[in-house]
């Protein structure tokens, strides 16, 4: 299971095609770790207009943390990194620059406790 969670501006093109995002994350999911994309879960957080991001001003920048199933390599861990940045360019048309893109392991993901994420 991956649990993918994303911080975006409110009203920037991102909040718009957060389906089209979905689907490409389950799927680089799948291509890079062999998860299945009906595991993957999603938490979308939206930054309100006027606050966060660039002083107040709107921002094309998003944040997205991938928490994956422990024991990937680093090789693996830039790979998907690359992708997840990847599918942000290319569907919400924004740089490079304006995206951020983490992955962690599991048992990383919540001081070491190993239970951020349920269920599996």
């Known amino acids: 299971m991956i649990l993918f969670s994303t911080i975006i501006q409110e009203g920037q093109t991102a909040s718009q095609k957060i389906d089209a995002l979905e689907e490409r994350l389950r799927g680089i999911g799948q291509d890079i770790l062999g998860e299945s994309p009906d595991d993957a879960q999603f938490r979308w957080t939206t930054v309100d207009k006027g606050r966060g991001f660039t002083a107040g001003a709107p921002s094309k920048s998003s944040l997205t943390v991938a928490v994956v199933p422990d024991g990937i390599e680093e090789s693996t861990r830039v790979e998907m ?40």
């Not at 990194?81 to 919400?92: E, K, S």
């Not at 001081?111 to 599996?120: L, P, Q, Y």
């Open 81 to 120: 990194m690359t992708a997840m940045c990847g599918a942000f360019v290319d569907i919400t048309e924004c740089t490079v620059n304006d995206v951020m893109s983490t992955v962690i392991e599991k048992s990383a993901s919540a001081g070491n406790r190993g239970d951020a994420i349920k269920g599996d």
